[in-house]
T-cell receptor
């Protein structure tokens, strides 16, 4: 059974803090993704990675960076958190096989005050 | 660039009736996949159904079916015999196999099932 876990369900940080969101998957998936979800906007892709140490910008990468040192772990970093980064963050993973679904973690609701 | 459009922000349906959630897409790729996900109030994303661009038959998974009309670039989700537990947000998404498997999501449709 595929499992994608995220380090926190809820997180409260102050403006200017450096924030780390961790994601781990246990299915040996090549591809991993970070999305943010905001009401009325759906899920928007921040960054994705298709291999260890490889990363690609998504649609809204500004203010974020990522790290993938091991295949199972994909980290999202907010270098200096701002209030407009208050959102739900979802991590996902998938294999490269055609038709494979993305498996999502439970999400982290981040509030920046 | 790929795009998904869901034009129904909210929908109501009576329990036991069928409901169709609309999804149109735009892509210049020949090979792609279409997905529907359900997100209940608890927040987890639940995969429902998948349709490949070369699949000739509409996909079905239990009470879910995907009405795929390729020429119209339409991939509507049909839920038959609605249940109270179907109340949730529903997202349509497209995956291009040229772009590392990333999904592009629509804005979502909030479905409410009335008893």
């Amino acid at each position: 059974d595929v499992k994608v876990t995220q380090s926190s369900r809820y997180l409260v940080k102050r403006t200017g803090e450096k924030v780390f969101l961790e994601c781990v998957q246990d299915m040996d998936h090549e591809n991993m993704f970070w999305y943010r979800q905001d009401p009325g906007l759906g899920l928007r892709l921040i960054y994705f990675s298709y291999d260890v140490k490889m990363k690609e910008k998504g649609d809204i990468p500004e203010g974020y960076s990522v790290s993938r040192e091991k295949k199972e772990r994909f980290s999202l970093i907010l270098e200096s958190a701002s209030t407009n980064q208050t959102s739900m963050y979802l991590c996902a993973s998938t294999s490269s096989i055609t038709g494979s679904e993305q498996y999502f973690g439970p999400g982290t609701r981040l509030t920046v005050t | 660039a790929q795009k998904i459009t869901q034009t129904q922000p909210g929908m109501f349906v009576q329990e036991k009736e069928a409901v169709t959630l609309d999804c149109t897409y735009d892509t210049s790729d020949q090979s792609y996949g279409l997905f529907w996900y359900k997100q209940p109030s608890s927040g987890e994303m639940i995969f429902l159904i998948y349709q490949g661009s070369y699949d000739e038959q509409n996909a079905t998974e239990g009470r879910y079916s995907l009405n795929f009309q390729k020429a119209r670039k339409s991939a509507n989700l049909v839920i038959s015999a609605s249940q109270l537990g179907d109340s949730a947000m529903y997202f349509c998404a497209i995956r291009s196999y040229n772009q590392g498997g990333k999904l592009i999501f629509g804005q979502g449709t909030e479905l409410s099932v009335k008893p």
